[in-house]
């Protein structure tokens, strides 16, 4: 059971918009900072997003950071089929002295 | 271009220690503000943070972890190692060992995130 919940799965078409929620408490989400991450099947999980909102160098504009009270939410628009990943939300818990993750959210563009 | 490189068994008996190695080129170990991290994979499963260390050996452990975990750092070979004991099949995972920004303080956001990776290396606990 993941500190941190997301959907199991979500799903659109080619060229739309998708978004995956992460939600925490006033510990993680409320109080620290986020991380976003994609992992295509196969390889390493790779930073998408950090600081809430911020895109490292070379990801596109097209992924998008937010957050809320103890929610975050990752964007994604314009969808490609290279897209298809799991997508991992990260932050620091106090209360746990622990990094945390969610348990992810498979993105299939259908 | 930074580069991270997990080695180390892939297969360890129960009971026994699981070692793991991370090598890091392209960039120093001890010219940097980033500590240094290991997370895990269990197959088909999510990811769990096991433990950072900076270079100056400042480590933090994952709490459900900590009286089985060591990481260590050798600042002469520019790599960082972990060791875990008494290993039973729920360690059974795919090991990623990754640059760490690592920031927490009482009173302050924390600011935890992996932003460099090694490809992990899959370590089986079986007999």
């Known amino acids: 059971q993941s500190v941190l919940t997301q959907p199991p799965s979500v799903s659109a078409a080619p060229g739309q918009k998708v978004t995956i929620s992460c939600s925490g408490s006033?510990?993680?989400?409320?109080?620290?900072?986020v991380s976003w991450y994609q992992q295509l099947p196969g390889t390493a999980p790779k930073l998408l997003i950090y600081?809430?909102?911020k895109r490292p160098s070379g990801i596109p504009d097209r992924f998008s950071g937010s957050k809320s009270g103890t929610s975050a939410t990752l964007g994604i628009t314009g969808l490609q089929t290279g897209d298809e990943a799991d997508y991992y939300c990260?932050?620091?818990?106090?209360?746990?002295?622990?990094?945390?993750f969610g348990g992810g959210t498979k993105l299939t563009v259908l | 271009q930074l580069q991270l490189h997990e080695s180390g068994p892939g297969l360890v008996k129960p009971s026994a220690t699981l070692s793991l190695t991370c090598a890091v080129s392209?960039?120093?170990?001890?010219?940097?503000?980033?500590?240094w991290g290991w997370i895990r994979q269990p197959p088909g499963k999510g990811l769990e943070w096991i433990g950072t260390?900076?270079?100056?050996?400042?480590?933090y452990y994952n709490p459900s972890l900590k009286s089985r975990v060591t990481i260590s750092v050798d600042t002469s070979k520019n790599q960082f190692s972990l060791e875990l004991t008494s290993v039973t099949a729920a360690d059974t995972a795919v090991y990623y060992c990754?640059?760490?920004?690592?920031?927490?303080?009482?009173?302050?956001?924390?600011?935890?995130?992996?932003?460099?990776w090694g490809l992990g290396t899959l370590v089986t606990v079986s007999s």
């Open positions: 990260g932050t620091w818990d106090s209360s746990l002295s622990d990094g945390v």
């Open positions: 006033s510990s993680n989400i409320g109080n620290n900072y």
């Open positions: 260390i900076y270079y100056s050996g400042d480590t």
């Open positions: 990754a640059r760490t920004f690592f920031y927490t303080s009482k009173g302050d956001m924390a600011k935890v995130f992996f932003d460099n």
């Open positions: 392209g960039g120093s170990i001890s010219r940097s503000s980033y500590y």
């Open positions: 600081d809430n909102n």
